[in-house]
């Protein structure tokens, strides 16, 4: 099972908003509505922002959102902060088979 | 507030087997799915398996299968990975995490570095 694919990167400004897409295939993320994200600060425990597509987690703040569209998931980060600094990575159940998939990252730099 | 601690040895040897145990507070280990999960420096996250406590019924990233084991001990509020015939490719740092419905983590531990060197 391959891992589902994510841009590298991402950066925007204080105040601005960034987009990460996490691509998978009609067996995973086009499959089910069972994409989570969740942000990774280094040497600390990931975090869950966003679970099954578009739900936050309480305590998450209402600048992180997500979507969902064929095969491909999305997540929103609106109103950046430095604390959004990090690395995201999405996570989507992929049957009783696979069972979960990761995306491979992505490191997100506010300017 | 639930918490999660990955604790074992750093440094294992090509071809040993690499046990880690993970100690849950705020929550109990019973009836509920626990995972392990991996990431290699400089690469991304891997699942490796769970285990649902309450039968002890495990399941395995199929590229693993055949070298690990997951289990429990409800008396410590532990659960635990085996990985046997290690070599460098399994120097990563792994993490254990809390299953919700079978489809999210929400709770991790912070991980533990297993670096696989003789």
């Known amino acids: 099972q391959s891992a589902l694919t994510q841009p590298p990167s991402a950066s925007g400004s204080p105040g601005q908003s960034v987009t990460i897409s996490c691509t998978g295939t009609s067996s995973d993320v086009g499959a089910y509505d069972f994409v989570s994200w969740y942000q990774h600060h280094p040497r600390k425990a990931p975090k869950l922002v966003i679970s099954e597509v578009t739900k936050r987690p309480s305590g998450v703040p209402d600048r992180f959102s997500g979507s969902k569209s064929g095969n491909t998931a999305s997540l929103t980060v609106s109103g950046l902060q430095a604390e959004d600094e990090a690395d995201y990575y999405c996570l989507s159940y992929a049957g009783s088979n696979n069972f979960y998939v990761f995306g491979t990252g992505t490191k997100v730099t506010v300017l | 507030q639930v918490q999660l601690q990955e604790s074992g040895p750093g440094l294992v040897k090509p071809s040993e087997t690499l046990s880690l145990t993970c100690t849950v507070s705020?929550?109990?280990?019973?009836?509920?799915?626990w995972s392990w999960i991996r990431q290699p420096a400089g690469g991304g996250l891997e699942w490796i398996g769970r285990i649902y406590t309450s039968s002890e019924t495990t399941n395995y990233n199929r590229s693993l299968r055949n070298r690990v084991t997951m289990s429990v001990d409800t008396s410590k509020n532990q659960f635990s990975l085996k990985l046997s015939s290690v070599t460098a490719a399994d120097t990563a740092v792994y993490h254990c995490?809390?299953?919700?419905?079978?489809?999210?983590?929400?709770?991790w531990g912070p991980g533990t570095l297993v670096t696989v060197s003789s």
């Open positions: 705020g929550a109990s280990v019973s009836n509920d799915y």
């Open positions: 995490a809390r299953l919700v419905n079978r489809i999210m983590f929400d709770y």
